[in-house]
Structure formats: structure tokens, C-alpha cells
T-cell receptor, first 113, second 109 residues
Framework: IAGITQAPTSQILAAGRRMTLRCTQD?????MYWYRQDLGLGLRLIHY???????GKGEVPDGYSVSRANTDDFPLTLASAVPSQTSVYFC????????????FGAGSRLTVL | GQNIDQPTEMTATEGAIVQINCTYQ??????LFWYQQHAGEAPTFLSY??LDGLEEKGRFSSFLSRSKGYSYLLLKELQMKDSASYLC??????????WGAGTKLIIKP
């Protein structure tokens, strides 16, 4: 099934632990994104990648890192989780950077205690 | 600065029409998007407007006025399955999306 797969779907994590959220797409999209969604706030961009091998910082990058070793995968790592990183995380992709439609994954709900 | 605003929640009746407004301020503009998000699910694309005017897609229409920094999403013949949050987002001069907090639409029978 074409689309974006995120894992895990849900995770409870102790503060200070390292966590990697996985994202894989099979649409051969060039651009990929990580957003967080918090109640009462709009989606906020964490990091993005316009093409394999490149990454950029979004609006709220602190405490997160990403890599884009190939077209399909775009993992998001929390080096040392803090409670303020409790959120729903969405991975998305688009054909290219610019005014393109985003396709979203189903989301990963992360709770940091 | 940049900002975007839409109502937090709206209620409408099955079979009726509802208009969800979105206002924005930005110095650079590359289009406005509407997405639908059902509870616990991912956002899905509804519409994109870059020029002024009305774009119609079946029961859904989206309008844009760039001079007023204003857009609306019009939903006709409401169905229970239209109960969802509707997210407005504009694309700024750097082609980054700036998202509103979403409007939760409740449909009553």
C-alpha cells in the first residue's frame, strides 16, 4: 500500500531516554517532514529534508535530530527526552519542496514521563 | 510577523451548509491549503488556492482573497462523516507551511 509508515504508533518513555521515531515512504517523494501536533496549536515543523542527503531545521528543532540517508527513510531522534516533548508526531512527504500537497503518516503518540 | 487564525470549534446540522473561516497575515504568500483531520488520524489534503476566487470540488469549496488575507472552506450537504477538524495553512515566501490550530466541526443529526 503506497504511503507513509510510522513506528511506533504509541510509546511511553521515561525522561532522559533516547528514542527514535521511524518513518518510511514508498512513493519516491523527494521531500520529507516531521511535525508535532499539540492541543490548541497548529502543526509545527521540527525538521525537514528537501532531498536525500540534506536536512534542515524547522520551527521547533531543539532536542531533535534527523537523518536522510536515502529517499525512503527519515527517522527522528530524541537524544534525551523531556516531558515537553510529549506530543503526537507526524511524518509527511511531498513530491518536492515548494507548493506541493503533503501526504501524512498515521502519527506516533509519544508520552514522556 | 506571520500569524493565522481560525475558529476553535463550530457546530452544524446534518444536511446543512457550514463555512469555516481562516485569516492570515504574512509578508510573503505562496498559497493556502485546507486539510481535513478526523480524530486520531492523519491530516488529508482538501484544497489549495493560490489565486483569488472560489475553487469547487464536489460538496467542498474553498475561497481565497489575498488582499484581505482571508480564506474560507464551504461544506455543503453536511454528512455525519464530515465531523472532523479542518486545518488551514498558508505557505510563506520560503515555501514553509504555517498552520492554524484547526477548527473542530461537530455535526448534529
Amino acid at each position: 500500500i503506497a504511503g507513509i509508515t510510522q513506528a511506533p504508533t504509541s510509546q511511553i518513555l521515561a525522561a532522559g531516554r533516547r528514542m527514535t521515531l521511524r518513518c518510511t515512504q514508498d512513493m519516491r517523494h523527494n521531500a520529507m517532514y516531521w511535525y508535532r501536533q499539540d492541543l490548541g496549536l497548529g502543526l509545527r515543523l521540527i525538521h525537514y529534508s528537501n532531498t536525500a542527503g540534506t536536512t534542515g531545521k524547522g520551527e521547533v528543532p531543539d532536542g531533535y535530530s534527523v537523518s536522510r540517508a536515502n529517499t525512503d527513510d527519515f527517522p527522528l531522534t530524541l537524544a534525551s527526552a523531556v516531558p515537553s516533548q510529549t506530543s503526537v508526531y507526524f511524518c509527511a512527504s511531498s513530491v518536492g519542496a515548494g507548493a506541493n500537497v503533503l501526504t501524512f503518516g498515521a502519527g506516533s503518540r509519544l508520552t514522556v514521563l | 510577523g506571520q500569524n493565522i487564525d481560525q475558529p476553535t470549534e463550530m457546530t452544524a446540522t446534518e444536511g446543512a451548509i457550514v463555512q469555516i473561516n481562516c485569516t492570515y497575515q504574512t509578508s510573503g504568500f505562496n498559497g493556502l491549503f485546507w486539510y481535513q483531520q478526523h480524530a486520531g488520524e492523519a491530516p488529508t489534503f482538501l484544497s489549495y488556492n493560490v489565486l483569488d476566487g472560489l475553487e469547487e470540488k464536489g460538496r467542498f469549496s474553498s475561497f481565497l482573497s489575498r488582499s484581505k488575507g482571508y480564506s474560507y472552506l464551504l461544506l455543503k450537504e453536511l454528512q455525519m462523516k464530515d465531523s472532523a477538524s479542518y486545518l488551514c495553512a498558508f505557505m510563506d515566501s520560503n515555501y514553509q507551511l504555517i498552520w492554524g490550530a484547526g477548527t473542530k466541526l461537530i455535526i448534529k443529526p
